[in-house]
């Protein structure tokens, strides 16, 4: 089992930086990537970036080059540095780990709303 907690989202203008973080516990040396995911109201819900245990990332065309996912190995910690926030960037924010035996692990989800 692996428990993922994520904070950090809130209300933030376009423009905007916000950094969201997920605290892994449990047993994490099963987990091999982490990732974020979105899903804002009556859409699906989209990967954002993904990182691997060897540091690889993967973003989404939407997200390249404004937003950065990285990892503290010593914390159990994936980030989330959001830069450049636009209102389409509107959506619960989800912290997700997946492990060697296949399954995957979803936290509790982090509202961030971008607005004027």
């Known amino acids: 089992q692996v428990q993922l907690v994520e904070s950090g989202g809130g209300l933030v203008q376009p423009g905007g930086s916000l950094r969201l973080s997920c605290a892994a516990s449990?047993?994490?040396?099963?987990?091999?990537?982490m990732a974020w995911y979105r899903q804002a109201p009556g859409e699906q819900r989209d990967v954002v970036a993904e990182i691997t245990g060897s540091g690889r990332t993967n973003y989404a065309d939407s997200v390249k080059g404004r937003f950065t996912i990285s990892r503290d190995n010593a914390k159990n910690t994936v980030y989330l540095q959001m830069n450049s926030l636009k209102p389409e960037d509107t959506a619960v924010y989800y912290c997700?780990?997946?492990?060697?035996?296949?399954?995957?692990?979803w936290g509790q989800g982090t509202q961030v709303t971008v607005s004027s």
């Open positions: 997700n780990a997946a492990i060697i035996t296949g399954n995957t692990y």
């Open positions: 449990g047993n994490i040396g099963s987990i091999y990537s």
